[in-house]
């Protein structure tokens, strides 16, 4: 599966945006998808989690309550509603794609930027 994330883009604090992530090459439905992000000069790091038929969503404790990922499986599409964004949310936000037989993710989309000014 190839996947591609889209909506970075230059907001002040306290706005939000919507990044998506577009899957080609397989049917979403069996896979559980995530979103994990990478700060300039950190590490990359868990964001936010929805495993398929949306049974289970997880957060980053730095995002939660702030951020929502949703699924589209009939559009192949993955959603993260980014609110109240902070200056820490700064990073590039890839999505990721791992089938429900592995621990780890497999797929990975080129990523986004997304820059938040103070």
């Known amino acids: 599966v190839q996947l591609q994330a889209s909506g970075g883009i230059l907001r002040q604090a306290g706005g939000s945006l919507r990044l998506s992530c577009a899957a080609s090459g397989r049917s979403l439905r069996s896979l559980h998808m995530g979103w994990f992000r990478q700060a300039p000069g950190k590490e990359r790091e868990f964001v936010a989690a929805i495993t398929r038929n949306s049974a289970a969503i997880n957060y980053a404790t730095s995002v939660e309550g702030r951020f929502t990922v949703s699924r589209e499986d009939a559009k192949h599409t993955v959603h993260l509603q980014m609110n109240n964004l902070k200056p820490e949310d700064t990073a590039i936000y890839y999505c990721?794609?791992?089938?429900?037989?592995?621990?780890?993710?497999?797929?990975w989309g080129q990523g986004t930027l997304v820059t938040v000014s103070s």
């Open positions: 990721a794609a791992k089938s429900i037989l592995t621990s780890e993710y497999l797929y």
